[in-house]
C-alpha cells in the first residue's frame, strides 16, 4: 500500500498498530507519520519505529490519507476541530476511542467523512490483536477492504454492527484482563504446588494459547475440546467438577454482563 498512514497520538495502541503494519510489510515506514503533544512519546516512536513525527496535528491531517486517532476520548472534538479544515476529502478516519460513536464522530466533524470506527485490544502488541471495526456508509466494498487488510497486520478483524459494540468490549476489548487473571491464578497455584514462578507463568501462559489456537484452528465447540481433555474418573474432570462448584463459569458471565452495562453508560 502506497499511502500516508497519519496517527494523531503517540500511546502504546498506536505505536503497536503502527509496528504491526510495517513489521508486515503493507507500509512502508516512511509512509507513517507520528503528530502528538508528548516529545519523548514521539522521540521514543521515532528510535523504535523510524517513522516521522511531529507536535503539529495539522500537519498529519493534511499529509496523510488515512488518519488513525489514536488518542483519549475526552480529546476527540479537541482535535478534530483543529485537524477539520485540513485534511482531505479522500481521507479516511480510523477512530479507536471507547464510547465515541460513528455518529458523534460525524457530527464533530459535521460534513460528510469516511470514517471507520474500530476497536481493537491490547494483545495488538504482540501482533495478536482481536479488532472489531464498524464502517460507515461512506466507504467502499473497496475502502473497507484496505482498512481490513491495514487492521489485520496486527491481529484479527471482524466487522460488526455498531449496535453490538458493548458485547464486543466485554468479549473481546476487555477480555485480555480475565485472562491475565487466569494466567496469574494457574501460576499462583503451580507455586504452591511448588513450581518455581516463572516456570509456572510460562507454562500456564502457553496452555491458554494452546487452547485458544485450538477453538480458532479446529473449529470445534470449546465446550466438545474440554470434553476430550476429561478422561473418566481422571485429573482433569475432577478440576472441572470443582470450577463448576465455584461458579467458573457464572463468575465470568457475569463479568462480562457488568462489562458490558458500564459500557453502554458511557
Known amino acids: 500500500m502506497n499511502k500516508i498512514i497519519g496517527f494523531i497520538g503517540a500511546g502504546n495502541m498506536g505505536t503497536a498498530m503502527a509496528g504491526g503494519m510495517i513489521k508486515s510489510g503493507v507500509i512502508r515506514k516512511e509512509n507513517i507519520i507520528f503528530s502528538d503533544v508528548n516529545e519523548k512519546s514521539l522521540e521514543k516512536v521515532k528510535n523504535n519505529l523510524g517513522v516521522e513525527i511531529t507536535t503539529d496535528n495539522i500537519e498529519v491531517g493534511s ?78 466494498s473497496e475502502e473497507i477492504e484496505e482498512i481490513k487488510m491495514l487492521l489485520g497486520t496486527f491481529g484479527k478483524v471482524e466487522i460488526v454492527e455498531e449496535k453490538m459494540i458493548d458485547s464486543v468490549i466485554a468479549v473481546s476489548g476487555s477480555s485480555p484482563a480475565y485472562v491475565f487473571m487466569l494466567i496469574e491464578a494457574m501460576g499462583d497455584a503451580g507455586v504452591l504446588e511448588g513450581m518455581p514462578r516463572d516456570k509456572a507463568y510460562a507454562m500456564a501462559a502457553q496452555a491458554v494459547l494452546g487452547a485458544a489456537k485450538m477453538v480458532l484452528e479446529t473449529g470445534i465447540h470449546p465446550g466438545q475440546l474440554k470434553d476430550m481433555v476429561c478422561s473418566p474418573g481422571g485429573t482433569t474432570i475432577e478440576a472441572v467438577a470443582k470450577l463448576e462448584e465455584k461458579g467458573f463459569k457464572s463468575a465470568v458471565i457475569e463479568a462480562m454482563r457488568v462489562c458490558a452495562d458500564k459500557s453502554k453508560k458511557m
Open 63 to 140: 499529509k496523510a490519507d488515512i488518519i488513525i486517532l489514536a488518542v483519549k476520548p475526552n480529546l476527540y472534538k479537541k482535535v478534530i476541530d483543529e485537524i477539520n479544515d485540513s485534511i482531505k476529502d479522500s481521507a479516511i478516519i480510523i477512530s479507536i476511542a471507547a464510547g465515541i460513536t460513528v455518529l458523534n464522530i460525524e457530527n464533530y466533524f459535521g460534513r460528510e467523512i469516511k470514517l471507520a470506527r474500530t476497536m481493537p485490544n491490547t494483545p495488538a502488541l504482540v501482533n495478536e490483536g482481536m479488532t472489531a471495526l464498524m464502517p460507515n456508509n461512506k466507504l467502499s
